[in-house]
């Protein structure tokens, strides 16, 4: 059987100063077995979304007509997730496995086609997808089906409005700085792909730029610490004077950064207590900014964007 190596990395921080026990997939560069290219249509189209926590985005999301489903919409998940019951109800064509690893073990897990996944009038055809429980992921987001995953939302420019709670698809950029991401990373000498990894500058210390990965499903942002034989280095993590938080967490507070010209102050930043297989250096969540526009056809975003 055709195998696609992915890698689910599950990050856990103690207390209100956390990211929630979350998924985070990582697919490597290389093409699903029994999937055909996907297709995509976008429509000028606004849809509404709810927010759990005040940050996690649930999209109303059909999947083979049927529906609409709850998902969470996941920049930092390379590959879109879906639960074994919704794919045992939808009787949805297992296609191969996918080789996990986590922190603490191994797996191997189903993958399936979706032949259809609009959320509105946008929607991808052929689409591959994960099996998976989502159990900690439900635990912040009761009724959450899935989760929409950067091989999805990649096809599309959108604007999230977190103020309104609307996702609109499609139409022109609005004005503003355009910052550029890359939408490839590397783990361990091999490339991923889905990203959305851009420059984040710490003003509060020396030389203290950073690649993060622009996260809607990160509560707070986050830097990992530097793994033995990392490709990542942090010159400006020694600068920056970390306090002890709730339970051991390891907290910089009152932290300002800067992405283009858009400076965001009064941070707290977490830093992980132990290392993770990522391929960025830390996470950077979309929600600390009132509106923000994803261009995947431009390769850029516009931080806070004029109404």
């Known amino acids: ?83 074994p019951a919704l794919a045992r109800q939808l009787q949805l064509p297992m296609i191969g496995e996918a080789s996990l690893t986590t922190v603490s073990d191994m797996r191997q897990d189903q993958l399936v086609r979706l032949k259809r996944v609009a959320v509105g009038n946008s929607e991808v055809s052929e689409l591959g997808a994960v099996i998976d429980n989502l159990d900690q992921v439900k635990l912040k987001a009761p009724g959450v089906r899935g989760v929409l995953g950067e091989d999805f939302l990649s096809n599309f420019d959108f604007l999230i409005d977190y103020s309104h709670k609307i996702l609109r698809f499609g139409g022109d950029a609005p004005a503003g700085d355009r910052c550029r991401f890359e939408t490839m990373g590397r783990y361990h000498g091999e490339p991923t792909t889905n990203r959305l990894l851009i420059e984040v500058e710490f003003l509060d210390a020396s030389n203290g730029k950073a690649q993060l990965q622009l996260d809607t499903g990160a509560k707070m942002p986050e830097i990992f610490p530097t793994r033995p034989g990392s490709v990542f280095s942090h010159p400006w993590a020694g600068s920056m004077a970390f306090s002890s938080g709730p339970n051991g967490t390891a907290i910089h507070s009152h932290t300002s950064i800067k992405i283009g010209t858009t400076i965001v102050s009064d941070l707290d930043v977490v830093k992980s207590r132990r290392g993770v297989a990522f391929d960025a250096v830390g996470l950077l969540p979309t929600f600390i900014f009132q509106r923000i526009y994803i261009s995947h056809t431009g390769g850029f975003v516009v931080l806070n964007p004029p109404a």
């Open 1 to 83: 059987m055709l195998t696609a190596r992915l890698l689910l990395v599950r990050c856990c921080c103690p207390a209100r100063y956390s990211l929630p026990v979350r998924s985070l997939f990582l697919l490597l560069a290389i093409a699903l077995p029994g999937v055909t290219a996907a297709q995509m249509r976008q429509s000028n189209d606004i849809v509404n979304f709810r927010l759990r926590d005040k940050y996690l985005m649930i999209v109303p999301t059909m999947v083979n007509g049927a529906g609409p489903f709850n998902f969470l919409l996941d920049t930092g998940a390379t590959h879109t997730v879906i639960d």
